[in-house]
């Protein structure tokens, strides 16, 4: 250590696929997260979700309470 930078090695299954991290203070550590680049966008992002997400049922939210429409004075 050089007083400039500091390592800190890790188990590789908590690798975190990105070159660089952010690092921000907690109470009682530190929280790191990917530093995303800009070609990682939300685009990217949602592409990746419904890649890998198991898409909702067809009756989700068939059952749910909507309040009847309000009748609106647009005069």
Request: glycine content about 4%; hydrophobic content about 35%; overall charge negative.
């Amino acid at each position: 250590m050089n007083g400039r930078s500091q390592a800190i090695r890790w188990p590789a299954k908590l690798r975190i696929n990105a070159d660089e991290v952010l690092i921000e203070p907690m109470a009682q550590g530190y929280l790191l997260q990917p530093k995303h680049s800009p070609q990682n966008n939300l685009g990217d992002w949602l592409s990746h979700f419904y890649a890998t997400t198991e898409p909702l049922p067809d009756d989700f939210l068939a059952e749910r309470d909507d309040a009847p429409p309000q009748q609106r004075d647009w005069d």
